[in-house]
């Protein structure tokens, strides 16, 4: 058969608009820009190397020193905002997360030094108790240890808002997924003074396996089901769409300014129906079992590391996301 004689009689014929990479990159719709990226660093005590943190390749726990040139770095790259999380030494912890209200512990001299040294950087911290607990938890137990006591948590949460706003954080980010804690830190942050202080809530946050590699990095594994509790009493199921909407709603009436859903990937349809249904800017965070099972991949051969990588951030972004809080911001604002 020649080609005329085969030649069916089409009006549309979207492949018209693939043909050549000028039309393709005319017709682009979704673009992920160096500013809608936030980067994710953690940072340790003392003055020694860099830990290389072995599930997430290329992640590294750094130094406030470390971190400040990691900073200068990520501004010098277009990177208009990081996340900070410390990893404490395990002396450190006790049952009550007291650590977490100690006026000088580490990610107060964090975030004091990165403000300092880097003004123009946004800086976004985890209101959250899971770094200075010694179960791992994001907040403080109930009297018979079997579950998260919200209203005592929410509490002491408030306290350790205040404590980050007052170091410099830009965004105090609630992880915890506690009820009501975004009002009552609002409330908190503003009798303080603090009423330029914008709360990133993450509000639609799931109870994930995929946050493995960060437990590692942070230390806060023994809560990820070892123990006998596992934070599925405060964080999503991973089955539910309409019980994750009404934390986000609920967020918003208790005066989130940004709204976040985590993890990403497996949650589009979650940043989806977000993105319509809120005027608020929308957050994802592709987490670190997302970063790390694309490098896992990639090491053995199965998946092309780059167009793997760059797929799952612009699926996120077509999704509906304002700002993507991911382990690849550097090396896609270096264009690597
Ligand atoms: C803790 C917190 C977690 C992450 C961010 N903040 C882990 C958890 O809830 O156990 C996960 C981030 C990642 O996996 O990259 N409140």
Not at 154 to 169: F, R, T
Not at 200 to 214: D, H, L, T
Request: charged share 25%; hydrophobic share 40%; proline share 5%.
């Amino acid at each position: 058969m020649s080609e005329s004689e085969a030649r069916l009689n089409l009006t549309y014929r979207p492949r018209r608009l693939r043909r050549t990479d000028a039309i393709r990159r005319l017709v682009r719709e979704t673009v992920v820009r160096p500013s809608n990226l936030i980067h994710p660093l953690f940072v340790i005590d003392g003055n020694g190397e860099p830990e290389p943190i072995a599930s997430m390749p290329g992640q590294s726990r750094l130094t406030i020193k470390g971190l400040i040139d990691e900073c200068l770095a990520l501004r010098d790259l277009g990177i208009p905002g990081v996340a900070i999380f410390p990893k404490l030494d395990s002396s450190l912890k006790t049952a009550e997360g007291g650590g977490a209200l100690n006026p000088d512990t580490l990610v107060l001299r964090a975030v004091r030094s990165v403000k300092a040294a880097v003004p123009e950087l946004a800086i976004i911290t985890d209101v959250a108790l899971d770094p200075y607990t010694n179960h791992g938890h994001d907040g403080v137990l109930t009297a018979d240890g079997q579950d998260v006591a919200n209203d005592e948590t929410v509490a002491i949460l408030c306290e350790m808002a205040k404590l980050n706003a007052e170091a410099g954080a830009d965004f105090v980010a609630p992880s915890d997924m506690m009820d009501g804690r975004i009002g009552a830190i609002r409330v908190a942050l503003d009798e303080a003074g603090l009423t330029d202080t914008a709360i990133m809530a993450y509000s639609a946050k799931f109870n994930s396996a995929y946050y493995g590699p960060f437990r590692d990095a942070v230390g806060s594994a023994q809560a990820a089901g070892t123990n006998l509790l596992g934070k599925q009493t405060y964080q999503c199921d991973p089955a539910n769409r309409r019980a994750a909407i009404i934390e986000t709603e609920l967020d918003e009436a208790e005066g989130a300014d940004v709204l976040m859903v985590k993890p990403a990937g497996a949650y589009l349809d979650i940043i989806r129906e977000l993105r319509q249904r809120t005027s608020l800017p929308v957050a994802a965070y592709q987490v670190s079992g997302e970063y790390s099972q694309i490098h896992a991949a990639a090491q053995l051969g199965w998946l092309d590391y780059k167009r793997t990588r760059d797929e799952s951030l612009l699926g996120i972004k077509r999704a509906g996301a304002d700002m993507i809080l991911t382990y690849f911001a550097k090396e896609i604002a270096a264009g690597k």
